[in-house]
Nanobody, 120 residues
Framework: QVQLVESGGGLVQAGGSLRLSCVAS????????MGWYRQAPGKQRESVAR???????NYADSVKGRFTISRDNAKNTVYLQMNSLKPEDTAVYYC??????????????WGQGTQVTVSS
């Protein structure tokens, strides 16, 4: 199986920054797309940013110009640098990866979630 461990969430004032990290480990042959989702109270989970194995990125309109996704393939890690945070960015942030496993399967895995709270 594959395990994802997230870190970097917390409480920050509006206008501040946070950097989320997600490390994947386990039965990994290769990691394809990696991404971040978020879910605010009473709302559906939404995609925030994704990055392909080739480094192509896409972002939700609400975070374009403020958030940057990146990855370190040698460390099986994906990052989300969040700048100019707004109260509406408050949510639980989840890491999501598409993995080709050593068992010849392709599966999607989710992290446990990390809370990001932005105060006004």
């Amino acid at each position: 199986q594959v395990q994802l461990v997230e870190s970097g969430g917390g409480l920050v004032q509006a206008g501040g920054s946070l950097r989320l990290s997600c490390v994947a480990s386990g039965s990994i042959f290769s990691i394809n797309a990696m991404g971040w989702y978020r879910q605010a109270p009473g709302k559906q989970r939404e995609s925030v940013a994704r990055i392909t194995s080739g480094g192509s990125t896409n972002y939700a309109d609400s975070v374009k110009g403020r958030f940057t996704i990146s990855r370190d393939n040698a460390k099986n890690t994906v990052y989300l640098q969040m700048n100019s945070l707004k109260p509406e960015d408050t949510a639980v942030y989840y890491c999501n990866v598409l993995v080709s496993t050593i068992y010849y399967s392709i599966d999607t895995y989710w992290g446990q979630g990390t809370q990001v709270t932005v105060s006004s």
